[in-house]
């Protein structure tokens, strides 16, 4: 009995971690996540766990939704005209090996991206989608004590998708890094803006001798 409460305790906070809808924690290890507009007018619904089974609705808006886990196979969106406030708490997203976007804001989103204390945060995203897509007339702003990796094979770090227009990106804490390995930016796109007021930023397009920042 000893030895098993021993080995519980010694369990790494990972392996103990899953969703608390109560708190607003959302596992994406667990499952996809969608966060799109909830049923009563200034509410936010959010669909979790496998298979999207579980849905939360009626989030108050202003309210701010935390994402944990790690996952190769899940991803999060924020659905098309969605205000919501996001909090990134030792979340790892590779999708590198696959076709898919780790973090995807849709048309119209207005996300504000807190990178929780002392945490470290990746995003990684396969074929030409951006790790965290900020497309055409969606806004994003990054902000936190944190850090964030976001890396894509072919498309924005944080922007467009390759070859395509980004949004408006606005860095004013954390640590960040944002990387493409050819056809994209670091952050940016073809259009869209970039502001840095605060934090440390790293934009690189490693095939390019650039600064990785691309504001059209």
Same mark, same amino acid.
């Given at each position: ?21 109560? *708190?607003? %924690? ?6 996809? +996540? #969608?966060?799109? !507009?909830?049923? /009563? @007018?200034?509410t936010l619904k959010v669909t979790y766990g496998a298979s999207g089974?579980?849905?939360? *609705?009626? %989030? ?6 935390? +994402? #944990?886990?790690? !996952?190769?196979? /899940? @991803? ?16 790892? %997203? ?13 048309? /119209? ?108």
């Open positions: 009995l000893m030895c098993a409460v021993l080995i519980f305790t010694l369990l790494p906070w990972a392996a103990l971690a899953e969703s608390v809808p109560d *708190d607003l %924690i959302f596992d994406v290890s667990e499952g996809s +996540i #969608i966060i799109e !507009t909830g049923t /009563n @007018s200034g089974a579980s849905e939360l *609705d009626n %989030i108050p808006g202003s309210e701010a939704i935390t +994402i #944990i886990g790690t !996952t190769t196979s /899940n @991803s999060v969106t924020v659905a098309n005209g969605v205000t919501a406030n996001i909090t990134l708490d030792n979340v790892s %997203i590779d999708l590198s090996s696959t076709s898919g976007c780790a973090f995807e804001l849709q048309e /119209n989103a207005v996300v504000v991206l807190t990178l929780a204390e002392s945490t470290d945060n990746s995003l990684g995203s396969g074929s030409a989608y951006s790790a965290l897509h900020v497309p055409e007339n969606a806004m994003l702003t990054i902000g936190g004590s944190g850090s964030l990796t976001a890396f894509s094979t072919n498309g924005a770090g944080i922007g467009g998708n390759g070859g395509g227009s980004g949004g408006s990106v606005t860095i004013n804490g954390g640590t960040v890094t944002a990387a493409s390995s050819s056809y994209g930016a670091g952050i940016g796109g073809s259009a869209g803006t970039t502001v840095i007021t605060g934090g440390s930023v790293n934009a690189s397009i490693q095939d390019t001798p650039t600064n990785g920042v691309d504001n059209g």
